[in-house]
């Protein structure tokens, strides 16, 4: 579960939930899946599974359909493929590249 801790803490933890609307977390040894309010491309479900190169592979879901599957992410690039796929902001403040 330290793994899926890890995830949430990266995506900004508390400020994340309260800004997208996340719920119904649920970790695993190496994921952490979430629903999400309904946003762009009716995407209402996200996992996230670190992968055997120590990276994040993101897979967004409408209903039990896959929508859209990102491999290889890096964990300081997972605020931005998160609110560029889904249009949810996971701040108030713009963050500095």
């Given at each position: 579960?330290?793994?899926?801790?890890?995830?949430?803490?990266?995506?900004?933890?508390?400020?994340?939930?309260?800004?997208?609307?996340?719920?119904?977390?649920?970790?695993?040894?190496?994921?952490?899946?979430?629903?999400?309010?309904?946003?762009?491309?009716?995407?209402?479900?996200?996992?996230?599974?670190?992968?055997?190169?120590?990276?994040?592979?993101?897979?967004?879901?409408?209903?039990?359909?896959?929508?859209?599957e990102l491999n290889s992410i890096y964990a300081e690039d997972l605020k931005?493929?998160?609110?560029?796929?889904?249009?949810?902001?996971?701040?108030?403040?713009?963050?500095?590249?």
């Amino acid at each position: 579960m330290q793994v899926a801790q890890t995830i949430l803490e990266q995506l900004g933890g508390r400020q994340f939930i309260v800004m997208t609307g996340a719920k119904k977390f649920i970790g695993s040894s190496n994921s952490l899946s979430m629903k999400l309010p309904k946003c762009k491309n009716n995407i209402n479900s996200l996992r996230i599974e670190l992968n055997g190169e120590d990276l994040y592979d993101l897979y967004f879901y409408s209903g039990f359909n896959l929508v859209m599957e990102l491999n290889s992410i890096y964990a300081e690039d997972l605020k931005d493929c998160f609110e560029r796929e889904t249009g949810l902001y996971v701040t108030l403040f713009p963050r500095r590249s």
